[in-house]
């Protein structure tokens, strides 16, 4: 097999990118052009692309802290995505029985997100755990959705760490 000019140059590139450091001040210097661009995807996908373009155990070691932050940016969008869907569908229904059964989805999709709700932040918790609790008194109040309310303090108490986790929130916001 002859070896050509551009497999030296891809050789040399990927010694180059596997010494220890180099590709952690690469993906330093992608982060702060990521900071300073109205397109601030642009650094990411770089770091990204770097981890999935070489299979090299050094260069993933060293770009793992990085990988971590875009994984859970990632996920938090995701999470945000799907619960506005359900939010817009909730106020689009045009019944209460159908309302009941979209806030329900609702509450199953966000307590099998596990750990990864507390990504969203202690607001969000602390906002959550009020409208959990309005939905609850409005589902008493209402003769057609009362069937709910099991269910639905279920989903309370299996978001119970998050929720409470939230609490913090409401304190700080009654000292302010």
Same mark, same amino acid.
């Given at each position: 097999?002859?070896?050509?000019?551009? %497999?030296? @140059?891809?050789?040399?590139?990927?010694?180059?990118?596997?010494?220890?450091?180099?590709?952690?001040?690469?993906?330093?210097?992608? $982060?702060? =052009?990521? &900071? +300073?661009? +109205?397109? @601030?995807? *642009?650094?990411?996908?770089?770091?990204?692309?770097? /981890?999935?373009? %070489?299979?090299? +155990?050094? $260069?993933?070691? +060293?770009? *793992?802290?990085? %990988? &971590?932050?875009?994984?859970?940016?990632?996920?938090?969008?995701?999470?945000?995505?799907?619960?506005?869907? /359900?939010?817009? *569908?909730?106020?689009?229904?045009?019944?209460?029985?159908?309302?009941?059964? =979209?806030?329900?989805?609702?509450?199953?999709?966000?307590? #099998?997100? #596990? &750990? &990864?709700?507390?990504?969203l932040g202690k607001t969000c918790a602390y906002l959550i755990g009020i409208q959990l609790d309005i939905i609850i008194d409005q589902a008493y109040e209402n003769?057609? =959705?009362?069937?709910?309310?099991?269910?639905?303090?279920?989903?309370?108490?299996?978001?119970?760490?998050?929720?409470?986790? #939230?609490? *913090?929130?409401?304190?700080?916001?009654?000292?302010?």
């Amino acid at each position: 097999m002859t070896i050509t000019r551009a %497999m030296k @140059r891809v050789a040399f590139v990927q010694n180059t990118l596997t010494t220890p450091g180099i590709v952690t001040q690469i993906a330093k210097q992608l $982060l702060l =052009l990521n &900071d +300073e661009q +109205e397109n @601030r995807a *642009d650094g990411k996908i770089g770091i990204i692309s770097l /981890y999935f373009i %070489m299979n090299n +155990e050094q $260069l993933r070691f +060293e770009l *793992d802290p990085f %990988m &971590d932050v875009i994984r859970n940016t990632v996920i938090k969008n995701q999470m945000i995505q799907k619960s506005h869907i /359900y939010i817009i *569908d909730v106020s689009l229904a045009n019944n209460s029985i159908k309302k009941s059964k =979209l806030v329900l989805q609702l509450f199953k999709y966000l307590c #099998g997100c #596990g &750990d &990864d709700l507390y990504l969203l932040g202690k607001t969000c918790a602390y906002l959550i755990g009020i409208q959990l609790d309005i939905i609850i008194d409005q589902a008493y109040e209402n003769s057609k =959705l009362s069937h709910i309310v099991p269910k639905l303090k279920e989903y309370k108490k299996q978001l119970h760490p998050f929720l409470s986790w #939230g609490e *913090d929130e409401r304190y700080k916001r009654i000292q302010t």
